[in-house]
C-alpha cells in the first residue's frame, strides 16, 4: 500500500526559537490553492451527513448511481471556499466488474478504496490543489523525484487532473481547468457531479452555515519527519514555514516534531509530524501511526470567520450526531489571558473562549484561537481543527485586502496543552480497561 520515501541528507531542525522564515519563492510550478479533500469511506452517504450535520456544510452535488456512475458513490459538502468530498466504492461485485468511464473521479480504483479503507478506516485519500497546468505539474513532480499515482488526464475536456504520492497511501491531486475563463464555472464541481438541493434533515428549520471558510492547512504523521519533508521540497519546491521540535511543544511526558511547508503564496500549507521515543507515556504521533497502519493525515485545520458562532452551532450538535471535543484547559489556563491577548480580544470574547475551551495563541504578526475535536471515528486517528486567524492583513498588488498565511502562527504555545489533553483523554480508557 504505503510507497517507501528514500531518506536524504542535510536535513536538521533548529527549532521554532532558531527557525528565521522566509520565502524564496521556489514553487517548481505555480500552486494557487486548496481545491478538495477527499475522504475514502465504506459509506459514502452516511459519513457525507454526519460531517454536513456537525460541519454546518451543505451538501451541494453528487455522483453516484442515480448520475450514471457505476464505480462508487461520491457526495461533495461545501462551506464558502471548502470543498469535503465523501467517496465510497460499491459492492465488489458491481464497482470492480463496471466500466471505469462511469467513474467521475478519473483516478478512483475499487480494489484500491477496498484496501484503504481496510486498512485506514474513514480517512482522506487525496489532498487536491489548483494548480496552472496538472500535466506540468505532474511532470515537474516526477523529474524531481515525486513517486507517481495516476497520470494526467483530461476528463471530459475540460478539467486536467494528475496525482502524486504524498505520504502512506494519501495523494497530492493535482486540478487544473481549461483556458477557457468560463471553463471553471460550467460545472459546480467536476464534470460527471450533478448538483442537489441539500439532503440533510437537520438541516431543514435551520440553514446550515457555522461560517467555516476554507482549509488553512492539512496536518500528517509520518514515522520518519525528514526524509518525508526533503522528498516534499524536492518535488514541489515548496519551502520551509515553521517548525517546531520536543523542545518546544512537548510535555514532559511526550512530544513530537514538526515541520510546515508552504506554497510560494502562502495559501497551501503542509505541516508533517513525527513521534518521539523513548517518553514516559507514547506520543499520540506513534499511537495514530499504530492505529492508522502507517503514516496519514491526522487534522485538517478549518478556518472560520467567526470562531463562536461555529462552535455555538458544532456543540449543539456534538451528542447528536456531530463531533465532540477534547477536554478543556485547566481554568488556571485563563487566569493570565487577558494579560497575553487583552488588546487583541475583549472581556466577553476571553468569558467565551473559557466557556468553549478554545486555545489562544500569538506570535509577531496576529492571534491565532484554535479548538480539536476528538478522533472522529472508531480509531485515535484523524480530527478536525477549527481556528480563526486575527490581523496579519496587507494589500496585495491590486489592492485587494487579504490575511498573510499562517497569521498567529501554528499554535506552539497550545501544543503541549493539546497533548495533555489527550493524554487526560486516553487515561479515561486505561482505567476503563483496568476496572472491567
Known amino acids: 500500500m504505503g510507497k517507501e ?3 536524504q541528507t542535510g536535513f536538521k531542525l533548529v527549532g521554532f526559537n532558531n527557525f528565521v522564515r522566509t520565502n524564496p519563492k521556489s514553487d517548481r510550478f505555480n500552486v494557487k490553492c486548496f481545491h478538495h479533500v477527499e475522504f475514502w469511506c465504506t ?5 457525507a451527513l454526519r460531517f454536513s450535520h456537525g460541519l454546518g456544510m451543505p451538501m451541494v452535488a453528487k455522483s453516484d448511481f442515480s448520475t450514471g456512475n457505476q464505480t462508487h458513490a461520491s457526495y461533495l459538502l461545501r462551506s464558502g471556499d471548502l470543498n469535503f468530498l465523501f467517496s465510497a466504492a460499491y459492492s465488489p461485485s458491481i464497482s470492480l466488474s463496471s466500466p471505469s468511464s462511469t467513474a467521475s473521479i478519473p483516478s478512483f480504483d475499487a480494489s484500491t478504496c477496498f484496501a484503504f479503507s481496510a486498512s485506514h478506516g474513514c480517512s482522506v485519500r487525496a489532498i487536491a490543489v489548483e494548480v496552472d497546468d496538472a500535466e506540468i505539474a ?19 475536456n475540460r478539467v486536467k487532473l494528475a496525482e502524486v504520492c504524498l505520504y502512506g497511501d494519501v495523494v497530492l491531486r493535482y486540478i487544473s481547468y481549461n483556458n477557457d475563463s468560463n471553463s471553471k464555472h460550467s460545472f459546480l464541481f467536476l464534470p460527471g457531479f450533478e448538483p442537489l438541493s441539500d439532503l440533510n434533515p437537520f438541516s431543514k428549520s435551520s440553514p446550515l452555515d457555522f461560517g467555516i471558510q476554507r482549509l488553512d492547512h492539512v496536518a500528517g504523521n509520518v514515522h520518519d519527519l525528514s ?14 514555514f515553521a517548525e517546531f521540535t520536543a523542545d518546544d511543544v512537548g510535555t514532559g511526558e511526550s512530544g513530537l516534531n514538526s515541520l510546515a511547508l508552504a506554497n510560494n503564496n502562502e495559501t497551501v500549507l503542509l505541516t508533517v509530524n513525527e513521534p518521539v521515543y523513548g517518553t514516559k507515556r507514547k506520543s499520540q504521533i506513534e499511537t495514530y501511526l499504530e492505529h492508522n497502519e502507517g503514516a496519514g493525515v491526522q487534522h485538517l ?5 467567526d470562531i463562536f458562532k461555529t462552535l455555538r452551532e458544532m456543540m449543539k450538535r456534538s451528542g447528536f450526531g ?11 489556563y485563563y487566569s493570565n489571558l487577558k494579560k497575553r491577548v487583552g488588546d487583541v480580544l475583549n472581556d466577553e470574547q476571553i468569558k467565551e473562549c473559557e466557556e468553549f ?6 506570535d509577531h504578526q496576529g492571534t491565532l484561537l484554535q479548538i480539536f475535536t476528538k478522533p472522529i471515528g472508531d480509531r485515535p486517528t484523524i480530527f478536525i481543527e477549527i481556528i480563526q486567524r486575527i490581523g496579519c492583513m496587507v494589500n496585495d498588488e491590486e489592492g485587494k485586502e487579504y ?3 499562517g497569521c498567529g502562527g501554528f499554535g506552539k504555545g497550545n501544543i503541549s496543552e493539546l497533548f495533555k489533553s489527550v493524554e487526560k483523554y486516553e487515561k479515561t480508557f486505561e482505567t476503563w480497561r483496568t476496572t472491567t
Open 301 to 305: 485545520a478549518l478556518m472560520s470567520d
Open 5 to 7: 520515501i528514500e531518506a
Open 138 to 156: 505532474f511532470t515537474m513532480s516526477i523529474n524531481h523525484g515525486a513517486i507517481p499515482a495516476f497520470p494526467p488526464v483530461l476528463h471530459h
Open 403 to 405: 490575511q498573510k498565511g
Open 322 to 332: 456531530g463531533f465532540e471535543f477534547m477536554p478543556s484547559p485547566p481554568f488556571t
Open 227 to 240: 526524509c518525508v519533508v526533503e522528498y516534499l521540497e524536492k518535488f514541489t519546491g515548496f519551502h520551509e
Open 43 to 47: 459509506d459514502a452517504t452516511n459519513t
Open 357 to 362: 475551551g478554545i486555545l489562544v495563541d500569538r
